[in-house]
């Protein structure tokens, strides 16, 4: 089973940045879509973003041209930077390949 882990979370004001990660514990990202899932309080989880093996991404509506999804085969990890971060973008975030769910990292945006 392979194990994928999130980090970069945190509390940032509106109008700012975070990165997340996303590490797995073997090589699957080279084999295997990644996306980006977040969900909000009494909220379902909703896909954010995606990228295929070829590298082709996509977005929600909601992020398009704020947040880009990356990833770093020979690291095994997937990034998602966000940017002009607007307090609707307060959730957990959860990285998912195949049947493959890390525990989620939490990003709050208040002032």
């Known amino acids: 089973q392979v194990q994928l882990v999130e980090s970069g979370g945190g509390l940032v004001q509106p109008g700012g940045s975070l990165r997340l990660s996303c590490a797995a514990s073997?090589?699957?990202?080279?084999?295997?879509?990644v996306a980006w899932y977040r969900q909000a309080p009494g909220k379902e989880r909703e896909l954010v973003a995606e990228i295929t093996l070829g590298g082709s991404a996509s977005y929600v509506d909601s992020v398009e041209g704020r947040f880009t999804i990356s990833r770093d085969n020979a690291k095994n990890t997937v990034y998602l930077q966000m940017n002009s971060l607007r307090p609707e973008d307060t959730a957990v975030y959860y990285c998912n390949s195949r049947e493959n769910w890390g525990q989620g990292t939490q990003v709050t945006v208040s002032s």
């Open positions: 073997r090589s699957i990202f080279s084999s295997n879509a």
